[in-house]
């Protein structure tokens, strides 16, 4: 089967960093997405990794472990706008795309 | 208009109705997808067209029927669905289909509730 799982939710405060951890078992590996979602919105691009390593964008970085089948996205100095669902998503070796359930993040004041 | 765009955004229909939704891509894009989206579950790939051609269908009932008339739009068709088809549908459009890297540009997503 085909299976990825992160965490159903997490909450952090604004200007602090958080970790979104993203594991996954699928018929084979092409590369992994991120995607954020807002409440009643489009998923939108945010990372992709195929190779080892942490790939850094800004406030945020993603890191493929493809040996342990891990994934994570980090989020630095939070601000509430960063309040969404973030979306873990694996492209199989048929480059099909399997999503997990997503991550709703929620962000303190 | 930019983007991937969806009509309509709501959609409210009995389980004898037949409806469409539309989708539209101006990003010049090869393949384009159809997603349903349901309340704590993740994001279910429903059909795949490629250059015009379905590559994918994931095992969906025949009560959904897609259409890809050219590579710049897509059509799913809703006939006799039942409640538990309510959820958001979601279009993508990405540069091609088989490769790798496969960056997915997804439209707004139209809302369905079947009664």
Known sequence: GQNIDQPTEMTATEGAIVQINCTYQTSGFNGLFWYQQHA?????????????????????????????????????ELQMKDSASYLCAVLNRDDKIIFGKGTRLHILP | ETGVTQTPRHLVMGMTNKKSLKCEQHLGHNAMYWYKQSAKKPLELMFVYNFKEQTENNSVPSR??????????????????????????????????????NEQFFGPGTRLTVL
Do not use: I
């Open chain 1, 40 to 76: 009643g919105e489009a998923p939108t691009f945010l990372s992709y990794n195929v190779l080892d390593g942490l790939e850094e964008k800004g406030r945020f970085s993603s890191f493929l472990s493809r040996s342990k089948g891990y994934s994570y996205l980090l989020l630095k």
């Open chain 2, 64 to 101: 959904f029927s897609p259409e890809c008339p050219n590579s710049s739009h897509l059509f799913l068709h809703l006939h006799t669905l039942q409640p538990e088809d309510s959820a958001l549908y979601l279009c993508a459009s990405s540069q091609d289909f088989g490769h790798s890297y």
